[in-house]
């Protein structure tokens, strides 16, 4: 080794020892007669001492160094004077009296501090500068803790780890796949699994019990903000259970890593149907930090003559406490919010309950006081509340008032990303019709098992048919989801059917899974946890990017390696394609 | 959980509970008045007894099923009278009342028995029946467990777990890429990582300090018998270490293993430069579990008239212990052998020491007794000795009686996979001259860095530059391998130059990583393992297929999905591509 110590574990006990530390000159002061230099490594910072009345030569020495050089040094391990209480190691010093300069350094791009003055591009140029950065190190660190700590638990719960294969079978159905040209069998391609569902299933009928693995998993999808075309699932499967096992299971995860990593223990997680979170909060993925439900109030306020709400489908709103004293200026920004195109709604009433118990709203020429007070009784209002009010079509309309909901949340500081608010969303639908494509998809995907108490309706009233499928949404987010999936190849087969495929085509494209049912599937199902997100909640960020050693920027492309790129012809001649200009 | 115990667990402490347990029907055998089944999960086989005379229905219900149905069963745990000492459930029996049959099964195609039926291709078909067989399944069983091993070890270690890209540049320096046409850029491609090698460099340079990563890797290469397009590697790199530091942290790790799984505890390594490696064993890869060690005798072989001993710019042999017996039949053969076109010898020279002290050769004409007992002399040959002689080109030659030693080792059974004979191989030349390209290529890989001695002659006397490159062999197969990596820009520059690559060629493939190395790059080095692998070796076995989930065939197919396959027109025209004939 280079060094006998790293730049993280002297302390005081040390002092009076000969160390040789290694690392990067993370900055230099320089006060007349001393030189210090701080000397990072990945374990820490440690404070190095040049003295020109004890060492003139090394004093010079020290001096003429760069940021990023990297350096070995040897010294003695000194108490400081001034101590630093932010530092592992801020007790001690060390007095240099060798460097060797292991390698120099151009000035970088941008400065490595945790407050760095790099844009986004230049940092995913120089990815590894910006790796530097104890910020974004530190998130990586806390992946590999979490990665240890998933495989412990699954361990020690006799799940197996198995590799499944990354060269596979491209299937049309769900998003869409990467493919991969393959040289041996001309004009034949594989896929880049979107996720290892039909593999992990294959093991189960293989009776492998339980099953686990953190893999990554490939979408060619166009990228939203916080998208990545190749990201990491925690992948599972369990034979021989119900719904139930395979949410204590993994709520026993969940709760596991929250309790090592963050000291933090939780009652038994929410649990809550897809109906009620679409009903109560307009989203799969409720955020529960704070309430602000969805109040429905057709019956108070049709009737009156608005015409807005006397011919919507839904009139429904939320009671904001304490925002009565919202300014019009306020109020008009939230008519602005609700307007803007994501959001979608064509506009927003509110009623103001004062603390004076007058009322005061923006349809007060529709609604006497005594007709807001009702209104308000159904909202639980009480003096000093606001009432944010929309109506429309019943889906878009509470879509959208989400979105008011979550900006309220925001705006009242409701949505500390530490408070961790947890539910599992359970009975979600089994199908989801496709406006575009007049046909039904599978909600999450073809192989999940429709509650047996609706399945008799699955050809007569699709769209109503609940499948055994969860997710588990942690402060608005879903980290997870999964399902019960179908064992028997004669629901197999009726699913296939109505998600609109032929026998033949369901053949074609699932024959391989579809067979291996007929020779002893268990009854099994799991589900899968976006790792990248669960890494981001864990550290209360926004984005998976920073939690991505080398991440992809919205066009799928590595600033850093800038890929991907041209091929050469030999390579297109082996692989016997042609390129074709795009249209 | 729909059962309340796994078919591996009771034993006779559980007498008299009532249980209900889940599983395959592995077989039934029936007696006249009972019938028993023996009831097959991941866990074991537990015995279950139904009894007509107990319970009519239910016997006659058990008689009715077949192979591979999968079974709920409820019914007591009592003592067996007849007890199997197999098995971990071999005390007891269930007296089962109720069975609900929760999937038919078809016939498998073939025995789900250690000693199957089935051949390599209808297996591979239904590769998630051959997977049930208890023989297979403990292959994944032990894969899984030796890579928690390896992830506590390195943990313990300080290494952090960091995922690298799947979808990167194409390099065209080492072996064919597979690639991935990108959608978003049109025209432009990526390619599957031949191995994170460039990545993990990179995280040197970030400060990552100690990196592994448990990761597939792809290569696009005619497939010998048993290599497979992907594979896993466990690919390691340290910052501020010496190759020493190196060897002996990853030594470390497979003693680990190898206490861990198999109770085996192993003195230090031995090391082997690669210059004897070749010399004594004809090999970079010397299969050490027996001696038989090369031995050179152009000295004593020279100048007696045989023409093929007198031309050859190499004489070397092999003393094969207590085979002076061999038949005339048994020496044809191995004429034969050496004469095959995989090892390439024009024939091969025997010399007897026979028991009474006398020799017979056949080179008699040209030897005489007293001629053939120098040579015996060379070769500390003792009466009752075989020794087989070669000559020809130094490497060929090499080469051939390697295989030859291999030969008379598999045929003394000295190749027991279970006596591990394990060494490093260090020192290996830094450049490969290649007759066909007529230049140089990187041994290891362009970043290998040659040891400080031999840098100066890189451009003189590049053959002799040796690299601080390291293999671990394990029983004649190479089971990791790495080096020191060059961490100088103008090392690496030199290196690029010495393989032909213009600046600017160089400055196009490997700009990122070589604009990296300007910025602080620390001295750093790591190896990679083959995980399939080293799981096979932990076996005792010879191929790796049997150690993967779902492998591929000589051709890169996957038998049972069918992949690759056709995709669309649509997938083709969002690509930008055309097909093109093969030639």
């Not at 280079?2 to 006060?31: A, F, M, P, Y």
């Not at 007060?364 to 003096?383: G, M, N, R, T």
């Not at 639908?429 to 609706?454: G, I, S, V």
């Not at 588990?472 to 399902?483: R, Y």
Request: aromatic share 10%; charged share 30%; proline share 4%.
């Amino acid at each position: 080794m280079l060094r006998t110590h790293n730049c993280g574990e002297l302390t005081i006990k040390d002092c009076g020892k000969r160390v040789t530390l290694c690392g990067w000159l993370q900055r230099s002061r320089d006060l007349g007669s001393m030189t210090f230099i701080d000397l990072r490594d990945r374990y820490g910072i440690t404070q190095l001492v040049f003295n020109t009345d004890t060492n003139k030569d090394i004093y010079n020495q020290a001096k003429s160094l760069s940021r990023e050089y990297v350096l070995q040094v040897e010294g003695e391990v000194k108490e400081r004077s001034n101590k630093n209480k932010n530092l592992s190691t801020g007790d001690i010093e060390i007095i240099v009296d060798k460097i060797n300069v292991l390698n120099t350094a151009q000035i970088p791009p941008f400065t490595i501090e945790d407050n760095t003055d790099g844009g986004d591009e230049l940092r995913m140029k120089y990815r590894y500068l910006d790796l530097r950065r104890a910020c974004v190190r530190k998130n990586l660190e806390l992946r590999h803790r979490l990665s240890i700590l998933i495989r412990n638990y699954l361990n020690n719960k006799d799940f197996l780890e198995i590799e499944t294969p990354f060269l596979i079978r491209s299937t049309p159905e769900g998003a869409r796949d990467f493919v991969v040209p393959s040289r041996m069998n001309p004009n034949e391609f594989y896929a880049l699994p979107q996720s290892p569902q039909q593999y992990k299933q294959l093991l189960m009928v293989a009776g492998f019990d339980r099953y686990f693995q953190i893999v990554r998993c490939f979408r060619d999808e166009d990228l939203r903000a916080d998208r990545q075309p190749e990201f990491t699932q925690i992948d599972c499967e369990m034979s021989f259970v119900e719904q139930e096992d395979v949410l204590n299971t993994f709520e026993g995860l969940i709760k596991y890593l929250f309790k090592e990593e963050k000291h933090l223990e939780f009652p038994k997680f929410n649990r809550m149907t897809w109906q009620d979170a679409m009903k109560y909060y307009g989203s799969d993925k409720p955020d529960l930090r704070f309430d602000m439900k969805f109040v429905e109030i057709d019956d108070v306020a049709k009737g009156k003559g608005f015409k807005v709400f006397d011919d919507a489908e839904i009139v429904v709103g939320i009671c904001v406490q304490g925002c009565a004293s919202y300014t019009r200026k306020q109020l008009d920004e939230l008519t602005e919010f609700v307007k803007k195109p994501q959001v979608g709604a064509n506009g927003l009433v509110y009623i103001k309950y004062n603390e004076d118990k007058t009322f005061k709203s923006s349809v007060d020429k529709f609604f006497s006081q005594d007709d807001l007070k009702v209104i308000a009784e159904k909202f639980d209002a009480k003096p000093g509340d606001l009432m944010l009010i929309m109506a429309g079509k019943k889906m878009k309309t509470r879509i959208s008032l989400c979105s008011l909901r979550l900006e309220m949340g925001s705006r009242l500081n409701l949505r500390n990303p530490f408070n961790y608010a947890i539910t599992w969303v359970v009975d979600f639908p089994l199908l989801e019709w496709n406006e575009e494509d007049q046909r039904y998809y599978a909600m999450h995907h073809p192989f999940t098992a429709p509650k047996p108490e609706d399945y008799p309706i699955l050809f007569t009233k699709p769209g109503e048919v609940r499948a055994n499928a969860y997710d588990l949404v942690i402060n608005g987010t879903e980290v997870g989801g999964g399902s019960i999936r179908i064992h028997d190849k004669k629901v197999q087969a009726d699913m296939f059917k109505a998600l609109g495929f032929t026998p033949e085509k369901a053949q074609e494209q699932f024959g391989f899974l579809m067979n291996a049912f007929t020779y002893g599937a268990p009854p099994h199902g799991g589900l899968a946890f976006g790792f990248d997100r669960l890494c981001a909640i864990f550290a209360g960020a926004d984005t998976i990017r920073d939690f991505i050693a080398f991440p992809k920027n919205n066009s799928g492309r590595d600033l850093m390696a800038d890929a991907p790129s041209m091929i050469s012809q030999q390579q297109l001649d082996e692989l016997c394609l042609d390129l074709k200009k795009k249209d």
